[in-house]
């Protein structure tokens, strides 16, 4: 299984334009979370609708800067507080971020992430979560701060997925290891990042540019 994963569109048209075209040759498209800018509903469902309309099956979370309001479109799956399996793989997803200092649309206290991921069960082999887990390199910041989830990394260490697959920490692109989890943060789209994961036994990710 071959999937392409982005994060952060941040509200940039041309990201939506070589998506197409780039996603129809993947199984599977992740994104995770901020598609746009401070909450533009008019962008949020145009850009979801556009890649239903291109037949592109899509997994996503809402990010921070996301209005949340569940989606309807084919092959479109918000998985904020879900559970699907695709390819024999189980995949859930938490959107939003812990909260920061710039009070943007979607922020969940601790206790409100703690509740939505006790409700996943042992076996998850996938984890979608706009906020990188605490500690590690895919939530540091340039000033050399953690700002990362602490319950996304202690839903982690419990259940062990496979890997997660992040954003939030635009300059924290990258991988790093988390016990026996690999934390993916594939960089803003915005910016062309994006990666690709082939999931053969043990994933093997390839973090590339436009």
């Known amino acids: 299984m071959n999937l392409l994963a982005i994060t952060d569109i941040h509200g940039r048209n041309q990201v939506l334009k070589w998506l197409i075209k780039l996603a129809k040759d993947f199984e599977l498209l992740v994104i995770a979370g901020d598609v746009t800018d401070w909450g533009d509903k008019d962008f949020f469902i145009?850009?979801?609708?556009?890649?239903?309309?291109?037949?592109?099956?899509?997994?996503?979370?809402?990010?921070?800067?996301?209005?949340?309001?569940?989606?309807?479109?084919?092959?479109?799956?918000?998985?904020?507080?879900?559970?699907r399996t695709f390819n024999s793989l189980i995949f859930?997803?938490?959107?939003?971020?812990?909260p920061t200092p710039f009070n943007t649309?979607?922020?969940?206290?601790?206790?409100?992430?703690?509740?939505?991921?006790?409700?996943?069960?042992?076996r998850i082999d996938v984890l979608i979560s706009h906020a990188s887990p605490f500690g590690t390199k895919c939530d540091l910041t340039y000033k050399g701060n953690h700002i990362g989830s602490k319950p996304v990394r202690s839903f982690i260490e419990k259940v062990k997925p496979k890997f997660v697959i992040s954003g939030h920490v635009h300059e924290a692109r990258g991988m790093d290891?988390?016990?026996?989890?690999?934390?993916?943060?594939?960089?803003?789209?915005?910016?062309?990042?994006?990666?690709?994961?082939?999931?053969?036994?043990k994933p093997k990710v390839d973090l590339l540019q436009l």
Do not use: R
């Open 105 to 122: 649309p979607f922020e969940l206290k601790d206790e409100q992430a703690i509740d939505l991921l006790s409700k996943f069960s042992n």
């Open 46 to 83: 145009n850009f979801y609708k556009t890649l239903s309309d291109n037949n592109i099956i899509t997994f996503f979370v809402p990010g921070n800067h996301d209005p949340y309001n569940k989606l309807t479109f084919p092959k479109i799956t918000d998985l904020h507080g879900e559970l």
């Open 92 to 98: 859930c997803g938490i959107g939003g971020s812990n």
């Open 177 to 201: 290891v988390l016990g026996e989890t690999l934390i993916i943060n594939p960089g803003p789209a915005m910016n062309g990042f994006y990666a690709i994961i082939s999931i053969n036994g």
